[in-house]
């Protein structure tokens, strides 16, 4: 069945650092692929998304870019910043169905 | 306007009690989703309604879980015979038609606890 793999947190940056946290996914045919914010003491809410091959999703200084070549789907930010600190969810939506499958979820500190 | 929003917030029972958690969507939102969300774990899917029918049910676990949406809008989830291992938070989500590409929007949650 469908699925998706993040890397493992904690993920502890110092304030204006570089973000990668992985996302890799399988399934069949052509999934939406979606980024999932949860700040502290929230809601899940969107982030970004990318419904093909080569498509980059953005919002809030965050892009990822769907590769399908490599089934994967990394979210990247330039410059962290202590507001950014939260757990990041990766999933993605198969073509098949409506439901979404998340990840396990990335937790990101970002010290001052 | 508002958003999905759930209740209880919080749900306390003990092992073997039946329960019913809340769900009210946005406003004209015809598709609502279950999941559920154990600690350190992403969403886990379990039921989407589309209107008033259940179109997925296939994320529920057992048949202790049943889902309702008798008016195409609140929805209730029910657990029977309620067991520990069902301690999790539930969301529910809502999306404007249900479509692959519609943005599912999340409530805040109920958190459920099986003593």
């Known amino acids: 069945g469908d699925s998706v793999t993040q890397m493992e947190g904690p993920v502890t940056l110092s304030e204006e650092a570089f973000l990668t946290i992985n996302c890799t996914y399988t399934?069949?045919?052509?999934?939406?692929l979606f980024w999932y914010v949860q700040y502290p003491g929230e809601g899940l809410q969107l982030l970004l998304k990318a419904t093909k091959a080569d498509d980059k999703g953005s919002n809030k200084g965050f892009e990822a870019t769907y590769r399908k070549e490599t089934t994967s789907f990394h979210l990247e930010k330039g410059s962290v910043q202590v507001s950014d600190s939260a757990v990041y969810f990766c999933?993605?939506?198969?073509?098949?169905?409506?439901?979404?499958?998340f990840g396990a979820g990335t937790r990101l500190f970002v010290k001052a | 306007g508002a958003g999905v929003s759930q209740t209880p917030s919080n749900k306390v029972t003990e092992k073997g009690k039946y329960v019913e958690l809340r769900c009210d969507p946005i406003s004209g939102h015809t598709a609502l989703y279950w999941y559920r969300q154990s600690l350190g774990q992403g969403p886990e899917f379990l039921i989407y309604?589309?209107?008033?029918?259940?179109?997925?049910d296939s994320g529920l676990p057992n048949d202790r879980f049943f889902a309702v949406r008798p008016e195409g809008s609140v929805s209730t989830l029910k657990i029977q015979r309620t067991e520990r291992g069902d301690s999790a938070v539930y969301l529910c989500?809502?999306?404007?038609?249900?479509?692959?590409?519609?943005?599912?929007?999340f409530g805040p949650g109920t958190r459920l606890t099986v003593l």
């Open positions: 399934a069949t045919g052509y999934p939406s």
């Open positions: 999933a993605l939506r198969g073509t098949g169905g409506f439901k979404t499958i």
């Open positions: 989500a809502s999306s404007r038609a249900g479509g692959l590409i519609d943005e599912q929007f």
């Open positions: 309604f589309q209107g008033t029918g259940a179109a997925d």
